[in-house]
Structure formats: structure tokens, C-alpha cells
């Protein structure tokens, strides 16, 4: 193989995998918000986060369309989101969090929303014309889901005694995961150096800001706990994500070559 064929070979690595990193986020957290269909509090809650998970679904279709276009040998957006193993998963630990009761289904979203927007920003201007023009169609459906997300913070913060102590209890909780947002592999790194990807260290610094503000204006303590969890981004999970993975993937395993 060619000197020039290795580099283009080793930079469709870097970039396929840093293509995972994103949108397995959103194939995830779709996933979870599915299990959630005719279970919200409300009917139009309950639509609302439906409409979320099919817009994150229809981000991840996008991704994983591009990415089978990368790698060609007659690879799907199937193969890409149901026939991989677990490690070969590369979204973070907070979007696999079990859906414990609705504080933890808006914390959960919340967080990862003011990220997603934030990320989704910057990915416009990616060199990658691609990954650029997904960004600039996603970043409007998620921008109404950062609206949504922070919305509910403040009605459970500022309503009821219960409604403020079960969310507060979801933010200290997943208050842990947050950090692994702005950790960089060795694909981001690459990535980044090429102007394909986000530098995601220099988000964070606004990601807490615009968390505290909002938290604080829902009369919700901001957490003060420093130890975080991570591993998801190189593909080390919760003892959660093996049971989505199950569910996710058993029609297409069961039944080979089925179509989504």
C-alpha cells in the first residue's frame, strides 16, 4: 500500500471514529427516551420527548449514513447501529443513565443538551462540508430541546417541595458525568488538528456557566462534588449498556438484514 493510501487509510480511521463519538450520543439517548413512549407524566410531555428521540434518531441516520459512505465494502447505517459490540460503542456514560424517574430523564437531558448545542455551534464550521451541514440541520431541532430541557429544570426546582428535592437528587447524581464531555481522545485530537472536529476543552468553561445560570434561577444547588465518572468515550460503559444494547439490537440480530 502507498505511502499516500496509508494516510488517507489512517485519517478515515481517525474520522469515523470521531463521527462515532458524536453520534452514538444521540443514538443512545434516543434509545432511552424511546423507552419512555406513552410513560410521561403528561400526554404532551410525554409527545414532546417522543419528538426528541425520533430528532436524535433521525441525527444518528444522518452520522451513521456518512460514516458507511467512509468505510464503502457494502456497509449500512445497520450494520453501524445495531451489529457492533459493546466496546465498539463510543458515546459517553451520562447518556446511558436509566431512566429512574422523570428528574432523572430532565437532568439527564439537560446536561447533555446544553452540550450538544454548544458542540453542534462549532461543528458548522468544520472543514468537513458534511459533518458541517448535518450540524447546521440538527442544531435547530436541538435547540429547541435545550429550550425544553431547561424549561422543566425550572418548574421542578421552583415548584413543589417534592418536585425541587427529586430534581436536585438527579442533578447530584448525574452530576458525575458531565466532565467526560470535554474529555479528548486520540480521534478528537486528530480531528481537531485537521479542522474537521471541536475542540471540546474550549466549551467548557460556557457549558458550566450556562448550566449554573439556569440551575440557579431554578433554585437548584449546583453541585460542588469533583469526582466524575468516565470511560464511555473509548468504550468502556455502565453496567447499563448492555441491557440497551440488548433491546436495541435484538430485532436486527433475531432477524438478519432487517431495514430501520
Known amino acids: 500500500m502507498k505511502k499516500s493510501q496509508k494516510l488517507k487509510q489512517m485519517k478515515n480511521n481517525h ?10 450520543n444521540s443514538l443512545i439517548l434516543g434509545q432511552r427516551l424511546g423507552e419512555l413512549c406513552g410513560h410521561g407524566p403528561a400526554l404532551e410531555t410525554d409527545i414532546a420527548l417522543t419528538n426528541i428521540s425520533l430528532d436524535l ?4 441516520r444522518n452520522y451513521y449514513q456518512y460514516i458507511a459512505k467512509i468505510v464503502g465494502d457494502d456497509k449500512t447505517e445497520d450494520d453501524i447501529a445495531f451489529l457492533r459490540t459493546e466496546r465498539e460503542y463510543l458515546n459517553v456514560l451520562l447518556v446511558e443513565q436509566p431512566n429512574q424517574h422523570f428528574g432523572y430523564v430532565i437532568a439527564r437531558q439537560f446536561y447533555f443538551d446544553v452540550y450538544h448545542y454548544l458542540l453542534l455551534q462549532k461543528l458548522q464550521s ?5 459533518l458541517a451541514a448535518i450540524a447546521t440541520k440538527s442544531i435547530k431541532e ?3 430541546h435545550q429550550r425544553f ?8 426546582g421552583d415548584g413543589t417541595s417534592e418536585s425541587h428535592d427529586k ?7 448525574l452530576w458525575a458525568y458531565t466532565d467526560e464531555l470535554f474529555e479528548v481522545t486520540e480521534d478528537d485530537s486528530q480531528m481537531n488538528t485537521m479542522g474537521v472536529g471541536v475542540d471540546v476543552t474550549e466549551l467548557k468553561a460556557e457549558y458550566y456557566a450556562r448550566v449554573s445560570e439556569v440551575l440557579k434561577e431554578a433554585t437548584i ?15 468502556i460503559h455502565s453496567e447499563h449498556m448492555g441491557y440497551i444494547l440488548a433491546d436495541l439490537q435484538f430485532m436486527q440480530r433475531t432477524y438478519p438484514n432487517m431495514k430501520w
Open 57 to 60: 434518531l433521525g441525527q444518528t
Open 15 to 24: 474520522l469515523v471514529k470521531y463521527i462515532l463519538g458524536i453520534a452514538d
Open 142 to 144: 436541538v435547540s429547541y
Open 149 to 156: 430541557s431547561s424549561d422543566w429544570i425550572k418548574r421542578l
Open 167 to 173: 430534581i436536585q437528587t438527579a442533578i447530584n447524581d
Open 126 to 130: 468544520s472543514s468537513d462540508e458534511t
Open 221 to 235: 444547588e449546583v453541585p460542588e462534588n469533583q469526582y466524575f465518572k468516565k470511560g464511555g468515550k473509548i468504550g
